[in-house]
């Protein structure tokens, strides 16, 4: 939730999200939030980033193969703000 509310560390759609100094200060707030070192932190998050994207990939198999895959990773519902973050930019063609 805490991760979900600073938008300028997962939203590449964000303003921001190209500014180095405001993603930092966003990691310190949280750090300092969850009384954890910056670096701990932003491990943590790599990791549970990871199991996200595999629970999306398992679920997103089981639909191509027919299956039923219910994931039982205890985050996912929490995560699932996510689904469109890696949706391509609207390109508007110049030809």
């Known amino acids: 939730q805490l991760y979900?509310?600073?938008a300028v560390l997962w939203n590449s759609k964000s303003a921001n999200c190209r500014n180095k100094i405001i993603r930092e200060d966003a990691w310190?707030?949280?750090?300092?939030e969850m009384k954890m070192a910056v670096q701990d932190l932003k491990n943590k998050m790599t990791?549970?980033?990871?199991?996200?994207r595999r629970e999306?990939?398992?679920?997103?198999?089981?639909?191509?193969?027919?299956?039923?895959y219910v994931s039982k990773w205890f985050a996912l519902?929490?995560?699932n703000f996510m689904t469109d973050k890696n949706t391509p930019?609207?390109?508007v063609d110049t030809l």
């Not at 999306?56 to 039923?68: D, L």
Request: glycine share 6%; aromatic share 10%; charged share 35%.
């Open 56 to 68: 999306k990939s398992r679920i997103k198999e089981s639909h191509i193969t027919g299956t039923v």
């Open 47 to 52: 990791t549970l980033l990871a199991s996200y």
């Open 4 to 6: 979900k509310s600073k």
């Open 89 to 91: 930019h609207f390109i």
């Open 77 to 79: 519902s929490e995560f």
């Open 28 to 32: 310190k707030d949280k750090g300092d």
